[in-house]
């Protein structure tokens, strides 16, 4: 198939798949990647920009945010579309459900969503099975792969350190960066875990079982990933802890619980995480705070309304070193990675 027509069938299929309820399309859409994955034909990242952040390569700054593919289902396809790297998960120890449905709402004339998911996933074990067999597969050159980790709904929170030392035992063959997320708000308490102590019960034990475990293989870095809604202090606080901790590196940001800029939309009012484009001042404002305290050469990747290429470099500019994108993606497609990797050239 030509470039152009290609093009013009991923944006009929992304169309499409906009006038369907938003979590059928989501689960046709990573469907459809899968068996996108299985076609022949080289899998690599687009030619863009190429770093090395915590020791890794990337060939291009531009990232899939992790909740897309909650289980790994669809990496080959999603890797296929020029990402320089996706981030799966979250992933929980057990499988879960998440909440109940409906938990995924559109609000496109703010090309934005609000979802409450609260970490449906098949479980470790099953993802373990998924990256298992795209290792196996070797079809996936240099597309980076990160695994994001989270806690079951029923562990208690004073018990969650447990839940994200099992992923990482569990899914440490098949990572090549992990991600704590403490900053979903469909978790309840998860984001009191950002707080100073619950920190510091945390980032020990991580690093501990992080340096065991590099032992067998080589070592997996670690990034936080962090809610968009925290003061000054608490940003200042947060990053102490990744530097006295020696975390490798910070996401920021998850989604907001602030509705300020969609008030008055008929979803408005749904509870859970607002994404897209009222993020966007936000997250950059949040990564530019977080740059200012971590110094120049700590490893951010910034994440949180990034719908163009101008985004995109504005957030280059708040201080990330990498991006990553989903809301975005759901309205505009793959052709949006395209734009927004050949940019950075
Ligand atoms: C439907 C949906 C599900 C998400 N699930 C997760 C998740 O499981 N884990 C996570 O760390 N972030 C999750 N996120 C947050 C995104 O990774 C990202 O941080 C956030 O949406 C901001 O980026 P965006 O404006 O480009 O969407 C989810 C976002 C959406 C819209």
Excluded: W
């Amino acid at each position: 198939m030509t470039k152009p027509l290609l093009s013009r069938s991923q944006t009929i299929i992304q169309q499409a798949l906009l006038r369907c309820p938003p979590e059928f399309a989501h689960n046709l859409g990573i469907a459809g990647l899968r068996q996108f994955g299985r076609l022949p034909g080289t899998i690599a990242p687009r030619p863009g920009q190429a770093k090395t952040i915590f020791g890794k390569r990337f060939d291009n700054p531009l990232g899939l945010a992790a909740g897309l593919d909650k289980d790994a289902q669809a990496v080959l396809g999603l890797a296929k579309l020029g990402f320089g790297f996706v981030e799966v998960g979250t992933v929980t120890p057990r499988p879960q459900p998440g909440n109940p449905q409906p938990r995924l709402f559109r609000l496109p004339q703010h090309e934005a969503l609000i979802n409450r998911m609260g970490f449906n996933n098949l479980g470790m074990h099953a993802m373990a099975a998924q990256l298992a067999a795209v290792r196996r597969s070797g079809r996936l050159s240099t597309t980076i792969v990160g695994v994001n980790l989270g806690k079951n709904k029923d562990t208690p929170l004073d018990a969650a350190v447990t839940d994200y030392l099992a992923g990482m035992q569990t899914l440490y063959p098949y990572a090549d960066y992990f991600t704590l997320n403490l900053s979903s708000p469909n978790t309840p308490g998860l984001r009191d875990l950002q707080q100073a102590e619950a920190l510091d019960q945390l980032l020990g034990p991580v690093k501990e079982t992080q340096a065991r475990l590099a032992n067998r293989h080589s070592p997996v870095p670690i990034c936080l990933k962090v809610a968009p809604d925290l003061s000054a202090q608490e940003i200042h606080m947060i990053a102490e802890r990744l530097l006295a901790h020696e975390i490798e590196g910070l996401i920021a940001t998850n989604t907001t619980l602030s509705r300020e800029s969609v008030a008055g939309h008929p979803h408005a009012d749904e509870a859970g995480g607002l994404s897209g484009q009222p993020l966007t001042e936000t997250s950059c404002a949040v990564v530019r705070q977080f740059r200012a305290v971590l110094g120049e050469t700590y490893p951010i990747i910034g994440v949180g309304g990034i719908g163009s290429p101008k985004q995109a470099q504005a957030m280059l500019g708040a201080g990330a070193n990498l991006l990553q994108i989903y809301t975005s993606f759901i309205y505009q497609g793959a052709n949006l990675v395209h734009k927004i990797v050949a940019d950075t050239v």
